[in-house]
């Protein structure tokens, strides 16, 4: 379970919750059945329109994923490629077969693959690249349909108002204060539904997939350098530092002076060659 997630949705809930609960009168006056059908059904309409169904389906799973705790391992790679390096530069072919069956992570197992059936370095590096920009780009159109819904639901919230101001305007002049005032409130909520959705909900679903994705294709650069390394039958602890020394740059780029700023600073002392790899494919 990904606590900061969870964590976020129930303080979010919670926060509205005693919003509402010491500021109005009357609570039940924000539950408003006709402005949460117009701002949840025209968004779901929307999206529809704007995507394929089998894109519209994955919705469930990548909310499932933003409740998940997929820790990437990366010590894990960096000691498999390691030891896949020393068996490679021992050309001891038939254990790095047998300890090829035992990684995990699919991307490395392919890269090594190609390395033992002595396909061409720059071929490898060509198709990890292009895997790593296809992982790039499905993950960017599933969470580009986050925010699309979080851009259409304060539209429709604005035409759920729209539409309880003309119900307001038929009983102007006719019907009395408590009327016009009730009619007044129903034509709010709307908007207030769709301010809701799009920045308690579909925004931080784009933000936490996005983030998601930038992690994993950190990874996967690691893994494509390491595998770089592999070619040229590198000795697997100049893999491992030079893996390392790459994973504590990107830590130290991405918190910026935090944590894992000291051991940045040694590494930088102890800096392996340029690495072939940049942050994009």
Not at 163 to 192: E, K, Q, R, W, Y
Not at 210 to 223: A, C, D, G, K
Not at 225 to 233: K, L
Not at 243 to 268: K, Q
């Amino acid at each position: 379970m990904n606590l900061s997630t969870l964590i976020g949705f129930v303080l979010g809930l919670i926060t509205v919750i005693l919003v509402l609960a010491f500021s109005a009168i009357n609570s039940w006056a924000y539950l408003n059945l006709p402005g949460l059908i117009i701002v949840i059904g025209g968004t779901l309409a929307a999206l529809f329109i704007s995507y394929p169904m089998r894109e519209v389906l994955r919705i469930p799973h990548l909310l499932g994923a933003i409740f998940r705790s997929d820790k990437l391992d990366t010590q894990r790679d960096i000691d498999e490629l390691s030891g896949l390096a020393q068996l490679w530069m021992n050309e001891d072919v038939h254990k790095a077969e047998e300890a090829l069956k035992k990684v995990s992570n699919p991307f490395l197992r392919t890269g090594v693959q190609l390395i033992i059936n002595h396909t061409p370095e720059d071929q490898i590096i060509e198709l990890l690249q292009w895997r790593i920009a296809r992982l790039r780009a499905r993950e960017h159109a599933e969470s580009q349909m986050f925010r699309t819904m979080s851009s259409f639901a304060p539209a429709f919230g604005m035409l759920g108002t729209l539409i309880g101001l003309v119900s307001l305007m038929t009983v102007l002049g006719t019907g009395g204060m408590d009327l016009i005032g009730h009619h007044l409130s129903i034509a709010l909520m709307a908007t207030f539904y769709g301010l809701l959705l799009s920045n308690l909900i579909c925004k931080p679903i784009a933000v936490k997939l996005e983030r998601r994705t930038e992690q994993r294709v950190v990874l996967m650069n690691m893994i494509m350098q390491g595998v770089s390394m592999m070619c040229e039958r590198r000795g697997p602890a100049l893999v491992r530092e030079t893996l390392n020394s790459f994973m504590v740059h990107v830590e130290d780029e991405i918190y910026d002076g935090g944590p894992a700023a000291p051991p940045v600073r040694r590494a930088r002392r102890q800096r392996a060659p340029s690495l072939k790899v940049t942050g994009r494919p």
